[in-house]
């Protein structure tokens, strides 16, 4: 069955229009379900290899505090150091100053083809529309973003960008795209992948990639990888242009060592990925190959406002793991595209108001269910559900909630606090029940049951229940 | 101002709402590493092996270094390749002249690649020879017991694209070299980076994978689709 594809753009202004075309998808339910519970299951095989878990997600937390508390001096510390290993650090305020640098280090080294590795950042900029717009064919390398480009959509998983997809689709996909015979197998659409990108690896004139950790102390960038292609995109190309946000820091090696053991169990159930490549910076003299030319571009882009605001700060640890989104409920049934940005599931719900703004994605905080699952996943300690719950309060403090849900939330809040009310209201409710129910027997409430399903009412309370019992004796 | 001014004024205006306390050196603080690992009895060679293995990748143990080059022969018989390359560090040069013969009596193309400095030319030759080579041969610095990943670094007689381009990556490990953890070679890495200052130091942990289509792992996507270590 193929997904249906809905016209509404993905943007978190359309979140109830996306979520609508996608919850009663039972393909993309399904392909959800599977990836999400493999990965958490493969997770907490290897988290049991560590007792102190706990105390290792702690000393994450605060190597974090820290280094974000002191931001400038770390920064200045992993400039002057990348400096010293050769490497030519930038400063970007905001998206549009990033795409430029990289547009000028590309224009200048008269780039046709450039190699992406993943980078979360470089989606945040939209830096491939701007390549390609001034003629640079732009290739995506790692294999689902590679799917996702090709499809013309964008990732919905931090760390398995074509999760949405079925072989069926994806074999269609590359049958289409890239005229060969149709197939379905991973194996051989794999092969594929990896004989037209090989080709672009060898002759590619720069290659961009993300940044995973930024080593203070050694001045060195470190990728974290499985397919190789980090590594190809960074060492094949003359020109290497790293691309990371401001609070990716690390103090030294010995703190990269503690987060090495945390990203890869968190993101994908791994004790280590393929690759970890720690990067000081371009070819030395005396080396064979590498590139002759090391950039690193450090961007802002929003972060700064993250600091400012006490509540939020927090949200700069996160490490791009992607548990958060594994574990949470809401995800697992509307996949990470219904969020209309990229970053999705619950930290992106705290990001994409952030960086978008909070009026255009005032939803997103809404929906979680605040069961706390992803805070308490979260290698490092990020309070991320509590986040959640004040950015609500601030959307309801600058009128973003509609007056219908504020009059409902009124009068919830006066049966809660009145006993004799809140008895009345639930007998209430049971009696004027049967005019709602329809035939399978769950309860139709306008509008909202467009997308949930309410289980049907029992025919005596809890209280009555128990009463009931009590008297009997 | 420039943007790394703007962006350092922004930081600080920040951070001047809350109380920052002072730095702390997380160093010296002893990191707690009970994990299960190290409590096992199990030699730590034999849980090396079983990491790599687990890992995707295949693990063999050597007495002698003549016990692993007649394997390698053997294994080059095999795979049936056309193209080998070879890294000469000071272990695997006293191996070259033997392995040479046998490569030419087999009809093998072979590359050995001695620590020397190369010109632009012989470079671009020997990347050339790279992106059709079906195995390498290189020497690791250091091995993780708990994970079953090895430490290779860029350097003068080892191309960064040897461990990348070739179908098979054979790495070889002396046996003294194995950690518990990254933790406990620390001390290894730090020393390197301030001696030699490679371009790059890169974890391998088994053969290039993905599961990015249906969470069906697939291994060879980029990198190699072999990765086989040997301890001698």
């Known amino acids: 069955m193929t997904v249906q594809k809905t016209d509404t753009p993905l943007r978190p202004e359309n979140f109830f229009k996306l979520v609508e075309g996608r919850i009663h998808n039972i393909q993309l339910r399904r392909n959800l379900k599977r990836a999400t519970s493999t990965s958490l299951l493969k997770r907490s095989e290897v988290v049991a290899d560590f007792e102190n878990w706990e105390e290792m997600r702690t000393e994450a937390y605060e190597i974090k505090k820290q280094v974000i508390d002191h931001l400038s001096d770390y920064l200045e510390e992993f400039e002057n150091n990348a400096t010293k290993n050769g490497i030519t650090v930038h400063y970007a305020v905001d998206a549009v100053e990033a795409r430029n640098l990289v547009l000028d280090i590309c224009e200048r080294c008269h780039a046709k083809t450039v190699v992406k590795a993943k980078s979360m950042v470089s989606e945040e900029i939209d830096l491939r529309h701007a390549l390609e717009k001034i003629g640079i064919e732009t290739i995506e390398t790692d294999l689902g973003e590679y799917i996702v480009q090709l499809a013309n959509e964008i990732p919905s998983h931090i760390t398995a960008p074509a999760l949405h997809k079925s072989r069926e689709e994806i074999g269609e996909l590359f049958s289409e795209q890239l005229h060969i015979p149709f197939t379905s197998e991973p194996e051989k659409l794999t092969q594929v992948a990896r004989n037209v990108l090989r080709k672009k690896f060898l002759d590619a004139e720069v290659g961009i990639s993300g940044v995973n950790f930024a080593v203070a102390k050694t001045g060195s960038i470190c990728i974290v990888e499985n397919e190789g292609n980090a590594r190809l995109s960074t060492t094949m190309p003359r020109v290497h242009i790293a691309l990371m946000g401001i609070e990716k820091l690390l103090p030294d090696l010995n703190a990269l060592s503690l987060f090495l053991k945390l990203l890869a169990r968190s993101a994908t159930g791994q004790r280590m990925t393929s690759y970890t490549s720690l990067i000081n910076g371009p070819r030395r003299e005396t080396e064979p190959d590498g590139p002759d030319e090391m950039h690193v571009v450090i961007i802002d882009n929003g972060r700064t406002r993250m600091l400012s605001a006490e509540k939020l700060r927090e949200a700069l640890y996160c490490i791009r793991c992607g548990a958060c989104m594994n574990v949470c409920p809401v995800y697992q049934k509307i996949g990470g595209h219904s969020y209309g940005s990229i970053y999705s599931g619950p930290i992106g719900s705290v990001l994409t108001p952030i960086f978008n703004g909070i009026d255009k994605a005032k939803h997103l905080p809404y929906a979680s269910s605040l069961c706390g699952a992803c805070s308490e996943i979260c290698p490092v300690k990020i309070d991320i559900h509590h986040m959640l719950l004040w950015l609500r309060k601030r959307v309801v403090e600058r009128k973003g909630s509609k007056l219908f849900e504020r009059v409902i939330f009124r009068c919830w809040m006066l049966a809660m606090r009145s006993k004799p009310l809140y008895e009345f209201s639930s007998k209430l409710l049971r009696w004027f029940s049967p005019i709602m129910v329809t035939k399978n027997e769950s309860m139709r409430i306008p509008v909202w049951s467009k997308t949930r399903d309410f289980p049907p009412l029992a025919s005596q309370s809890f209280r009555e229940m128990w009463f009931r019992n009590k008297t009997n004796k | ?232």
């Open chain 2, 1 to 232: 101002m420039t943007s790394k001014e703007k962006i350092f004024r922004a930081i600080t205006s920040a951070s001047g709402q809350s109380h920052s306390p002072d730095k702390v050196d997380f160093t010296t603080r002893p990191r707690d590493n009970h994990s299960n690992f190290q409590k096992s009895n199990e030699d730590i060679i034999h849980r090396y092996m079983n990491a790599v293995e687990r890992s995707g990748g295949k693990a063999f143990r050597f007495i002698s270094l003549d016990e692993m080059l007649s394997w390698v022969k053997e294994f080059i018989k095999k795979d049936q390749c056309s193209r080998i390359y070879v890294s000469l560090d000071e272990t695997l040069c006293r191996l070259a002249e033997s392995i040479s013969k046998f490569a030419k009596e087999n009809d093998v193309e072979i590359k050995l690649h001695k620590d020397e400095l190369l010109t632009e030319s012989q470079r671009v030759e020997l990347r050339k020879y790279l992106e059709v080579t079906d195995i390498s041969l290189t020497k690791g610095l250091a091995g993780f017991a708990d994970t079953g990943a090895v430490a290779i670094y860029s350097q003068a007689g080892e191309a960064r694209a040897a461990t990348l381009l070739p179908t098979t990556h054979i790495c070889i490990l002396n046996k003294e070299n194995i950690y518990h953890d990254m933790d406990t070679a620390l001390p290894v890495l730090e020393k390197l980076m301030i001696e030699k200052n490679p371009s790059a130091i890169t974890f391998i942990c088994g053969p290039s994978r993905t599961a990015d289509i249906e969470k069906v792992l697939v291994t060879g996507v980029h990198g190699p689709k072999n990765f086989i270590l040997c301890i001698i």
